[in-house]
């Protein structure tokens, strides 16, 4: 070959790498991004390494009026409300993120605890009191007619309970996963952290198992329409239990899974979006519905033991024929750009938490070289890793808009997100306080954001892949915590394979 034929083939073969680095992402910053979110949404008092550093100490009475501290912990998302409910959801959420992935994250590791100790402290001050958990801190209501600071806040920090007599089984059980979830993310790093975390996940599923009820019924007006438990209790006892049995190794556990499964088959439900569905909803995850999110983790424990036969890979064989677009039996939609959707506000939230669980279920079913059959076809688990990626591409900015949806990352991303800190100015800039109403111009104003919440993940674009990026617009701009944990787990893998 002459000298001339192997420089052009060198000079093709550097324009065939950039040409993949235009179509690629940066998964790394991606990960690092959705993190830092973590920190813009923290509730309390702030410490010095804080890195998000327009955001200060706020919420520090929390609890005091009676004489319980319930400070800490994280704003759930526009609001300055502390809803434990899908708190504790993102937190289990991140902590199987770094049970699967963590290994992956490299610096990003210490960043992730740092965000699940953030809770996982505060869930130990909700439970504190035994016989009660703290479910909520803040009065909705009064917090949403505001558009305030967190840091000046004045709307009646109330601080909402369920006991033995008010039971709450779905915000109990999911409260005791995280708990049981992160107990064995400290287990190697801080094992007397992670054996009080343990203890008390064990307390509380053993209160939300004991006085059963719903806290719809508890704390009515002060729970729905917000986070409104639709589908029942039941799934969160059987998940809260998979994690424990996943943590502790106790039979009880395990038999408590396997004898409560089969509720949820006939326990007629709601999802979100109102729709009545009987059996075990193989298709539905999130803050509300765990059906999916037990099948595919009791399917590892399934796999890889010698267990007795069970729903639980059969389930997630559906789960995964309802999602995939090239199934007869898909049960979701997809815009024109290619993005997931399902009905329910802030659709991210969906395109998260069901990817990281397809990923998680490859990596599960690749360990035993299995596939999935979706009638006549064939599912591989290159082809949902490759499913997955083409989710995250498409929130990234792979998208007709050219939009990324994570804040700070990307060239275009949105600039007017739904949320009272980001868009009020700073106390570093505006000392003086701005109170309820004197939030209205900055609701109001054409103008971008004054802070980043970097790495904020909106409910993104509509099913034709289009986006206003309007403040009011709270279904499609507004972040949640619960969009992005998941993320993290999957932008982690990605990070190490990008190609
Ligand atoms: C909670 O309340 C909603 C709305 O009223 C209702 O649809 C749902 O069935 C209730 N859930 C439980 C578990 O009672
Ligand atoms: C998005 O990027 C592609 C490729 O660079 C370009 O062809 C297209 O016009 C862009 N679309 C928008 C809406 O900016």
Not at 6 to 32: F, I, P, T
Not at 219 to 242: M, T
Not at 453 to 467: E, F
Request: charge should be neutral.
């Amino acid at each position: 070959m002459s000298v001339c034929k192997r420089w052009l083939k060198l000079v093709g073969v550097v324009v065939l790498l950039m040409l993949e680095n235009v179509a690629s992402h940066d998964y790394g910053d991606a990960l690092s991004k959705s993190i830092l979110f973590f920190e813009g949404q923290r509730s309390g008092k702030l410490p010095p390494n804080q890195r998000m550093t327009w955001r200060k100490d706020s919420a520090l009475n929390d609890g005091f009026q009676i004489g319980v501290d319930l400070v800490g912990g994280y704003y759930d998302a526009g609001d300055n409300v502390k809803f434990n409910f899908p708190m504790a959801f993102s937190t289990t959420m991140l902590a199987w993120s770094v049970l699967e992935f963590g290994k992956l994250m490299d610096s990003d590791l210490k960043l992730g605890l740092d965000a699940i100790r953030w809770a996982t402290d505060y869930f130990l001050k909700a439970t504190s009191i035994p016989g009660f958990v703290f479910v909520q801190v803040g009065d909705p209501d009064g917090d949403h007619n505001c558009w305030e600071r967190p840091e000046d806040m004045d709307t009646p920090r109330t601080p909402y309970a369920v006991s033995k007599q008010f039971p709450g089984s779905e915000v109990s059980a999911e409260i005791s996963a995280a708990l049981a979830a992160s107990a064995m993310v400290f287990r190697t790093i801080d094992l007397a952290y992670s054996a009080r975390l343990l203890k008390r996940a064990r307390m509380v599923f053993d209160f939300a198992d004991r006085y059963r009820g719903s806290y719809n019924d508890s704390l009515g007006p002060w729970v729905c329409p917000f986070y409104c438990d639709f589908s029942g209790y039941e799934d969160e006892l059987v998940w809260g239990a998979a994690w424990l049995f996943k943590a502790t190794k106790m039979l009880y556990y395990w038999n408590y899974v396997n004898e409560n499964i089969h509720n949820l088959e006939n326990h007629v439900a709601k999802t979100t979006n109102g729709d009545q569905y009987r059996g075990g909803s193989f298709a539905e995850f999130g803050w509300d519905t765990k059906h999916a999110g037990i099948n595919v983790l009791v399917s590892k424990l399934v796999m890889s033991g010698n267990l007795q036969s069970s729903p639980f890979l059969p389930n997630s064989d559906k789960f995964v024929c309802s999602i995939l677009p090239e199934s007869p039996t898909i049960s979701v939609s997809y815009s024109p750009g290619g993005l997931l959707f399902k009905p329910g506000g802030s659709n991210l939230q969906h395109a998260t938490a069901l990817s990281f669980l397809l990923l998680v279920y490859a990596r599960y079913l690749n360990q035993v070289n299995r596939n999935v059959h979706c009638g006549n076809v064939v599912v591989t688990t290159t082809r949902l890793i490759q499913f997955t990626r083409g989710q995250v591409d498409y929130i990234l900015g792979s998208n007709p808009l050219n939009m990324s949806y994570m804040v700070g990352y990307g060239k275009k991303y949105p600039k007017k997100i739904h949320h009272r800190g980001s868009s009020l100015p700073s106390f570093d800039k505006h000392p003086g306080r701005i109170n309820c109403a004197g939030g209205a111009s900055y609701f109001d104003s054409l103008n971008p954001n004054p802070n980043l919440l970097i790495g904020a993940v909106v409910g993104g674009p509509d099913i034709s892949d289009s986006y206003v990026d309007s403040r009011s617009d709270f279904v499609h701009s507004e972040p949640t915590t619960y969009i992005n944990a998941p993320l993290v787990g999957v932008l982690a893998y990605f990070k190490s394979h990008s190609s």
